[in-house]
């Protein structure tokens, strides 16, 4: 896939962001001489992440309805509730991509942890259902167990995340 540099962000950063090497991301990107200069607007190609416009697959994070919508071909699928970000740790607005998965992964993420290509954000399960509907996390967007395993199991790694108000 291709990521559009942005305003401040380094390589580093974006191959943090991929959970990728910044080894990676300099072999698939022979094109910069200078790993320490980049520009906004310059696509950098990210390895073994599929091009989110080849999947049919979309998400829509909606911070105020606290929802998560799935679109197949931008027709709606399905609508889960969510819990989103408190006020001092919200959950972030932008565009993003499913980069990695983990089953299981333990302590409050419940049954399954999608990564986004922002680092130390995802969609998860979680081991409190009450806080569903509410902005109790930090940062992150729980779902019910059953409902983040079901989304798992349909959407790959590529496929764009939109998270608005």
Not at 7 to 34: C, D, F, H, V, W
Not at 59 to 73: F, Q, R
Not at 109 to 127: D, E, F, P, R
Request: glycine letters at 10%; hydrophobic letters at 40%.
């Amino acid at each position: 896939m291709k990521h559009i540099v942005k305003s401040g962000e380094t390589l580093a950063i974006i191959a943090k962001n991929y959970r990728r090497t910044l080894g990676q991301i300099l072999a698939s990107n022979p094109g910069i001489s200078n790993p320490h200069f980049i520009y906004p607007g310059q696509a950098i190609n990210i390895p073994g992440i599929p091009n989110p416009e080849s999947i049919p697959y979309q998400i829509i994070v909606s911070k105020n309805a606290k929802t998560l919508t799935l679109l197949k071909n931008n027709i709606v699928q399905k609508v889960y509730p969510i819990a989103i970000g408190r006020m001092v740790t919200q959950t972030p607005v932008g565009e993003f991509v499913i980069v990695n998965r983990e089953p299981n992964p333990g302590g409050p993420y419940g049954a399954m942890w999608l990564s986004l290509s922002k680092v130390g954000y995802g969609i998860h399960g979680t081991n409190n259902p009450a806080s569903i509907g509410k902005a109790v996390s930090k940062g992150c967007i729980r779902m019910y167990n059953k409902d983040v395993l079901e989304l798992a199991k349909i959407v790959p790694n590529g496929t764009r995340v939109i998270i608005r108000y």
